[in-house]
């Protein structure tokens, strides 16, 4: 009788611990001044940060829907406008360490 083979090879790798490729980031929320009555309230990131996020609050004169929520034209920030009554921006912006 002849052993057959069966051309199976082993082969092990070893990896050394690498640091990340990447920079840790912190993140900052921002809040924007509260809009004037129907007004819109807008949060912007500071300098050397990126918007990753955004909401808003109700002020208790506001009523009737939220129109306005999301981020700004140049995604630096986040407005927010209620229909009626006053509401104030947040905006979460990340800086990497």
Not at 12 to 27: I, K, Y
Not at 61 to 72: E, F, I, Q, S, Y
Not at 83 to 95: F, I, L
């Amino acid at each position: 009788m002849r052993a057959l083979s069966t051309g199976l090879l082993l082969a092990v790798v070893v990896l050394a611990p690498v640091a990340p490729a990447f920079a840790a980031e912190t993140a900052k929320v921002v809040t924007g001044e509260p809009s004037s009555p129907g007004g819109v309230s807008t949060a912007t990131c500071p300098a050397g940060s990126h918007l990753t996020g955004g909401g808003y609050r109700l002020q208790p004169d506001a009523a009737g829907p939220v129109r306005v929520n999301g981020p700004t034209a140049d995604a630096t920030g986040w407005s927010a406008r209620a229909e009626q009554g006053s509401v104030v921006a947040y905006a979460v912006c990340e800086t990497e360490d």
